[in-house]
């Protein structure tokens, strides 16, 4: 079983539209977690963190659930430039090393 | 502005070649990382270090290496390109663990391709 692992999609949505995406861990130690926002064939970028209480930033909200071991984004009114992949990245636990789930891609469509 | 660089941005090289990827980061971050990113693999860990002198092998490490002489920069070698090492490979850095924010920022990317 991968450590990070998420449904690479892709998640074909209009204009508008909400979509959610979830990520589970492995490894119960883990103790930060982030979403970051990668488009075509450039570098990684922080989208936001995932607090423990859960987080918003504008159309974005994060959440976190330590019992069940899964994170999840939801992006709410979606546009055109919301299209790219979406990478779950976990920080083991004690070694503080980023760990990438392969990513979910969406799709943002007129 | 901090960031973090990496060059080249492309590079083509042949099989065997000896070959070292640059990665300088001017946020003064203890942790530097090395990634190759596949289709179907997502970002896979090469090499890493927590600071000056110290480097860990990752996932992949087989035919790469990495020194850390100083805090800025973290070159990756490959000792004899192979072809299965035709990739995009992303440096990142973060703070020391145990601080607040400690998400990593990435370079652009290298393209490298060996034929």
């Known amino acids: 079983r991968k450590e990070v692992e998420q449904d690479p999609g892709p998640f074909n949505v209009p204009e508008g539209a909400t979509v959610a995406f979830n990520c589970t861990y492995s490894n119960s130690a883990s103790q930060s977690f982030f979403w970051y926002r990668q488009d075509c064939r450039k570098e990684p970028k922080l989208l936001m963190s995932?607090?423990?209480s859960g987080n918003e930033d504008g159309r974005f909200t994060a959440q976190l659930n330590r019992a069940s071991q899964y994170i999840s984004l939801l992006i709410r009114d979606s546009k055109l430039s919301d299209s790219a992949t979406y990478l779950c990245?976990?920080?083991?636990?004690?070694?503080?090393?980023?760990?990438f789930g392969r990513g979910t891609s969406l799709i943002v469509h007129p | 502005d901090a960031e973090i660089t990496q060059s080249p941005r492309h590079k083509i090289t042949e099989t065997g070649r000896q070959v070292t990827l640059a990665c300088h980061q001017t946020w003064n971050h203890n942790n530097m990382f090395w990634y190759r990113q596949d289709l179907g693999h997502g970002l896979r860990l090469i090499h890493y270090s927590y600071g000056v002198q110290d480097t860990n092998k990752g996932e992949v490490s087989d035919g790469y290496s990495v020194s850390r002489s100083n805090t800025e920069d973290l070159p990756l070698t490959l000792e004899s390109a192979a072809s299965s090492q035709t990739s995009v490979y992303f440096c990142?850095?973060?703070?020391?663990?145990?601080?607040?924010?400690?998400?990593?920022?990435f370079g652009q990317g290298t393209r490298l391709t060996v034929v």
């Open positions: 990245v976990v920080l083991r636990g004690g070694s503080y090393i980023p760990t």
């Open positions: 990142a850095s973060s703070r020391l663990p145990g601080t607040m924010n400690t998400e990593a920022f």
């Open positions: 995932v607090y423990s």
